[in-house]
Structure formats: C-alpha cells, structure tokens
C-alpha cells in the first residue's frame, strides 16, 4: 500500500517562502508520476506541479517561475519550493502519486490521474 506524508506547511506572509516535503512509502519511487495540488476552501483541487519517471516537469500557469518541483529517488522525497507566495496560495496542498506514465502531458496535473494522495499540509499566506 502506498503512502504519502506531507510536511513544511505554515503560516508565511505574501512574498515569503516555504518548502514543502512528500515522503513516500510502499511504491517504487523512481519509477512514478509525482504531483502536487492544492485546494482552498470552497474550490476544486487543482494542478499545481507535476513531475514524471524521467524528470519531465509540468507547472500551473499561476505558479510558474516562483514554485519548483523535485524529487529525490534515493530518499523517496518529492519536494515543492514554494516563493514570492501571493495571498491566493493560501490552501491545503496535497501530494499525489501514480504508477502510470503521462509522457509529461497537460494529464499530470489532474487530479484524476493520481491513484494515491496524501492527507495534506496547511498553506497560509497573509498580508
């Protein structure tokens, strides 16, 4: 059974940075789609960062050039920088994980590709 646990959320204030950490258990790290979401209160959980096997990376418009995805297949860890954070990025982020291989299409950041999700961690950006 896979597991997913998210740290590194918290309370920062708009411009400031945080890191976010995903580790995973009973899967084969390497070898699976990775993905982060988020979903604030009263909307859809979206797409925020993907990144496949080979290392292909996908970004949400609204987050490109300030989030980075990594990952590191030794230390089953999937990572998010978070930076420059804007008050919209308050929301419980999730990591995601799937044995399918998308190919680094558009599909990586939809929910539905995912087979495996973590229980979350809490972003909250002030002014």
């Known amino acids: 059974q896979v597991q997913l646990v998210e740290s590194g959320g918290g309370s920062v204030q708009a411009g400031g940075s945080l890191r976010l950490s995903c580790v995973v258990s009973?899967?084969?790290?390497?070898?699976?789609?990775m993905a982060w979401f988020r979903q604030a209160p009263g909307k859809e959980r979206e797409g925020v960062a993907s990144i496949e096997a080979d290392g292909v990376r996908r970004y949400a418009d609204s987050v490109r050039g300030r989030f980075t995805i990594s990952k590191d297949n030794a230390k089953n860890t999937l990572t998010l920088e978070l930076n420059n954070l804007k008050l919209e990025a308050t929301a419980m982020y999730y990591c995601?994980?799937?044995?399918?291989?998308?190919?680094?299409?558009?599909?990586?950041?939809?929910?539905?590709?995912?087979?495996?999700w973590g229980q979350g961690t809490q972003v909250t950006v002030s002014s």
């Open positions: 995601a994980a799937d044995p399918r291989y998308y190919g680094g299409s558009w599909q990586t950041l939809l929910p539905t590709s995912y087979n495996s």
């Open positions: 009973g899967a084969t790290f390497s070898t699976y789609s």
